[in-house]
């Protein structure tokens, strides 16, 4: 269970990754309000604090990636069923069933079936390379993104003992 529940982590991460990707592989679409309000929201987004940014919903954001890698989002609710107190990430994780006989067994060495390990480490994998890639596209972006933006110090770094500095 504790597998599902750090995959299923591992997943929302690589989502929000992903998101960041396509917020700056698409940043010419936004004007400079739009991508200021989108990066604070993936990058500062917080319920916890009422005067930050809202953050995104990670559900839109797994929906986003799994347009383009179809059976992330199947996966994700795979994952979500067993780090859910439902029947299989309480019951079923621990516990045998006996289909012919309908009969469920309980008991020390019964749970986690093959197909659940199995499931959960296929999981595990797609979503650290679904994560590496959007990492990785998001360090190739970021430096051309950031050339892009207006200057707000000298050419040379140099700054003046007169010069006032932005605090924002």
């Known amino acids: 269970m504790a597998a599902a529940i750090l995959t299923r982590a591992i997943t929302e991460s690589a989502a929000l990754?992903?998101?960041l990707m396509e917020v700056l592989d698409d940043r010419r679409?936004?004007?400079?309000?739009?991508?200021?309000?989108?990066?604070?929201?993936?990058?500062?987004?917080?319920k916890k604090w009422p005067d930050f940014p809202q953050p995104f919903q990670i559900m839109?954001?797994?929906?986003?990636?799994?347009?383009?890698?179809?059976?992330?989002?199947?996966?994700?609710?795979?994952?979500?069923?067993i780090?859910?107190?439902?029947?299989?990430?309480?019951?079923?994780i621990?516990?045998?069933?006996?289909?012919?006989q309908f009969v469920t067994y309980f008991g020390r060495g019964l749970g986690g079936t093959e197909a659940n390990k199995g499931m959960i480490a296929n999981a595990m994998l797609g979503s650290l390379d679904l994560f590496q890639y959007a990492y990785n596209r998001i360090s190739d972006t970021m430096p051309k993104f950031l050339a892009e933006l207006e200057r707000i110090w000298p050419e040379d770094?140099?700054?003046?003992?007169?010069?006032?500095?932005?605090t924002d």
């Not at 770094?157 to 932005?166: F, H, K, M, R, W």
């Open 83 to 92: 780090a859910h107190p439902n029947w299989l990430g309480v019951f079923g």
């Open 29 to 46: 679409k936004y004007s400079p309000q739009q991508l200021n309000d989108l990066l604070m929201r993936l990058l500062v987004g917080s």
């Open 60 to 81: 839109t954001c797994i929906d986003l990636m799994d347009k383009k890698v179809p059976g992330v989002r199947a996966s994700y609710d795979s994952l979500s069923e």
């Open 94 to 100: 621990y516990s045998k069933t006996d289909e012919t």
């Open 17 to 19: 990754a992903w998101k």
């Open 157 to 166: 770094g140099a700054i003046d003992d007169e010069q006032e500095v932005p």
